[in-house]
């Protein structure tokens, strides 16, 4: 390894700063990342303290700067190019003393996104820290919350292009080691050239199937992340991602919000009770509204059918493509809201969803009853917590409204067992997607009661 | 395997979907019926709807075609709550067919006002329905 070699690895790069320093009567190089180091903890506790090693040969100075002489918190010793690149992306500054080593010191800069509130996954109770883009960061902060020893972190870099840190996290005698291994295998299997965005990692590591639904569970929160650990689940952190994942998941997981550990357990259990019945709703009532009103009004009582007929009267449109267009509609409102900031997201809803749906109604060009149909199911989509299986159940619902307008009850059902069986065969992590509903046992609807307190 | 099961299975949806016995009929064009008057006169057996729709003919299916040929709307006699009968009627299996078996049966002689008798009836329910009456008949 040569300062010559050292330079061509990062070519002629504008943020590649290399030094020569004379010390002990040789000439040794520093190299660093200008922005990713301190400067004035770079010149306090490497320059200076490399400034008075004593006079000796080349192999003498390297040890003393690596055992200590040099006061740093790390000194890592780097045995070629690509471990002093990867230190130098890292924070560290990298010394080399030609024909004897090159040591690491860390210096990174405490310049980062300070923890702040979680601003998706908000709660009344509970605490308020959020994950950072930093994963040494969220590792500390993980720690606060867990702070046995036994909470293990397996350090490992993935993307040939981004160098991205990944943490796996595990406590050591709760979680299966084979889901351990099973995420090691395949974060060690990753041939990719990035890991940016979450929908890389996503993908990467549920091996991208071919289904809406997520095989992975994200959370900003620490507390979410940590109770995740406490339950025998595996974690991964990425650098660069606010947020924290969690395997394996299924259904259960996946309808659980923070907010249950907040409360008490019946009322938790009763709100989780009331968000499958809001997940049933979401997937199922414009469908549901479709078929009766296109095939079975009989089943509609006398006074509702007669109140929907009446406003139906003069809207020009069948019920499908009323509910199918109010489908399209609220997703395109969504879209916008979503894009826009927060403050013209907001004015966007209220212009499109209060103004311009009522003004449509008083129109006649939609029915009352389609639009309280398709808005009750879209407000029941957002009472589910987990974003990405909401948008799942958003996708469903419009395959069910087309079955729904094609075959009636027949047909959502139809496409309803096909979900299920769908769901069935998911596994993440090798367990089923379906497992707490396996045995047939309810328990999973409600949050398990803390032991009880002697009286 | 996985590349043609996946267009049969399509397909096998799609022929299923275009043999379903039950026929898509938009909501805004029915007109629902909530009480149904059946009397014979003239040797013709009557039909008559809370709707103001009105049919008649040898039997309850001709009857029922002439209501809906002369109807705006499609009639629609599966909401039907209650069934006034006039006691000369004969009464045939067509009427389970037509009707449902919850419908409460109320007989008279009278003509009755039908919008008016229905709301009556909504309150005074009959206790026999279509049900009751085909096991008395069988």
């Known amino acids: 390894m040569t300062h010559e070699s050292i330079c061509a690895v990062f070519g002629d790069t504008g943020d590649f700063i290399s030094r020569k320093l004379r010390c002990g009567g040789h000439t040794i190089y520093a190299y660093m990342i200008d922005g990713l180091i301190a400067s004035v903890t770079a010149s306090d506790m490497v320059f200076k303290p490399l400034s008075k090693l004593p006079e000796g040969p080349m192999q003498s100075l390297y040890d003393a700067a690596l055992d200590g002489t040099v006061y740093n918190n790390v000194a890592d010793p780097c045995a070629d190019e690509q471990t002093v690149a990867s230190k130098l992306v890292n924070g560290f500054v990298v010394v080399l003393f030609p024909g004897a080593g090159a040591v690491?010191?860390?210096?990174?800069?405490?310049?980062?996104?300070?923890?702040?509130?979680?601003?998706?996954?908000?709660?009344?109770?509970?605490?308020?820290d959020a994950f950072t883009e930093t994963v040494r960061t969220n590792t500390s902060l993980i720690r606060r919350h867990l702070r046995t020893p036994a909470l293990r972190f397996a350090q490992s870099v993935a993307g040939t292009r981004t160098l991205t840190n990944l943490a796996v996290v595990w406590i050591e005698g709760l979680t299966d080691p084979q889901l351990?291994?099973?995420?090691?295998?395949?974060?060690?299997?990753?041939?990719?050239?990035?890991?940016?965005?979450?929908a890389d990692v996503e993908e990467q590591v549920t091996g991208s199937r071919a289904t809406p639904f997520p095989l992975l569970q994200y959370t900003e929160r620490t507390d979410k992340f940590a109770q995740g650990l406490l339950s025998g689940r595996v974690g991964l952190l990425v650098d660069g991602l606010p947020q924290g994942?969690?395997?394996?998941?299924?259904?259960?997981?996946?309808?659980?919000?923070?907010?249950?550990?907040?409360?008490?357990?019946?009322?938790?259990?009763?709100?989780r009770i009331l968000r499958y019945g809001a997940l049933l709703?979401?997937?199922?009532?414009?469908?549901?509204?479709?078929?009766?009103?296109?095939?079975?009004?009989?089943?509609?009582?006398?006074?509702?059918?007669?109140?929907?007929?009446?406003?139906?009267?003069?809207?020009?449109?069948?019920?499908?493509?009323?509910?199918?267009?109010?489908?399209?509609?609220?997703?395109?409102?969504?879209?916008?809201?979503?894009?826009?900031?927060?403050?013209?997201?907001?004015?966007?809803?209220?212009?499109?969803?209060?103004?311009?749906?009522?003004?449509?109604?008083?129109?006649?060009?939609?029915?009352p009853s389609a639009l309280i149909a398709v808005s009750l199911s879209g407000i029941c989509g957002f009472a589910l917590p987990n974003r990405d299986f909401s948008q799942a159940a958003r996708l469903f619902r419009f395959g069910f409204s087309i079955l729904g307008a094609f075959?009636?009850?027949?047909?959502?059902?139809?496409?309803?067992?096909?979900?299920?069986?769908?769901?069935?065969?998911?596994?993440?992590l090798e367990v089923p997607y379906l497992a707490p509903f396996s045995d047939g046992s309810t328990s999973q609807l409600l949050r398990h009661r803390a032991g009880r307190e002697e009286q | 395997?996985?590349?043609?099961?996946?267009?049969?299975?399509?397909?096998?949806?799609?022929?299923?979907?275009?043999?379903?016995?039950?026929?898509?009929?938009?909501?805004?064009?029915?007109?629902?019926?909530?009480?149904?008057?059946?009397?014979?006169?003239?040797?013709?057996?009557?039909?008559?709807?809370?709707?103001g729709?009105?049919?008649?003919?040898?039997?309850?299916?001709?009857?029922?075609?002439?209501?809906?040929?002369?109807?705006?709307?499609?009639?629609?006699?599966?909401?039907?709550?209650?069934?006034?009968?006039?006691?000369?009627?004969?009464?045939?299996?067509?009427?389970?067919?037509?009707?449902?078996p919850d419908c409460r049966v109320f007989f008279t002689t009278e003509k009755p006002d039908l919008p008016a008798a229905a709301k009556y009836l909504s309150i005074h329910t009959p206790k026999t329905t279509l049900a009751h009456l085909r096991a008395q008949t069988s």
């Open chain 1, 104 to 128: 690491a010191y860390e210096v990174k800069t405490p310049e980062k996104r300070s923890v702040s509130a979680p601003t998706v996954e908000n709660t009344i109770k509970g605490p308020k």
């Open chain 1, 245 to 271: 994942y969690l395997l394996p998941v299924d259904l259960g997981y996946l309808m659980t919000s923070p907010e249950d550990e907040g409360m008490d357990y019946v009322s938790a259990s009763m709100i």
């Open chain 2, 53 to 100: 729709d009105h049919g008649s003919g040898h039997d309850l299916t001709e009857a029922t075609d002439d209501m809906k040929e002369s109807s705006d709307g499609e009639i629609f006699l599966e909401t039907a709550e209650f069934l006034i009968l006039d006691p000369q009627v004969p009464i045939t299996p067509d009427f389970y067919e037509l009707l449902r």
């Open chain 1, 407 to 428: 075959a009636g009850l027949f047909g959502v059902t139809a496409g309803f067992i096909a979900m299920l069986i769908h769901l069935a065969g998911l596994t993440s």
């Open chain 2, 1 to 51: 395997m996985k590349k043609w099961l996946y267009p049969a299975a399509v397909l096998a949806a799609i022929a299923l979907l275009s043999r379903l016995p039950h026929p898509s009929r938009d909501i805004s064009r029915l007109e629902p019926v909530q009480a149904v008057y059946l009397y014979m006169e003239a040797g013709e057996l009557h039909i008559e709807t809370d709707t």
């Open chain 1, 180 to 198: 351990v291994s099973r995420l090691q295998k395949r974060l060690a299997a990753l041939d990719t050239q990035s890991l940016l965005t979450p």
């Open chain 1, 281 to 367: 709703l979401s997937l199922l009532l414009p469908a549901v509204y479709i078929a009766l009103a296109a095939f079975h009004q009989q089943m509609i009582p006398l006074p509702l059918l007669r109140s929907i007929i009446e406003s139906k009267q003069s809207v020009p449109f069948s019920t499908a493509a009323e509910v199918l267009a109010l489908l399209l509609a609220f997703e395109l409102l969504q879209e916008a809201g979503i894009h826009l900031p927060q403050s013209v997201g907001q004015s966007v809803s209220i212009i499109g969803g209060i103004v311009v749906g009522s003004a449509a109604v008083e129109a006649s060009l939609i029915s």
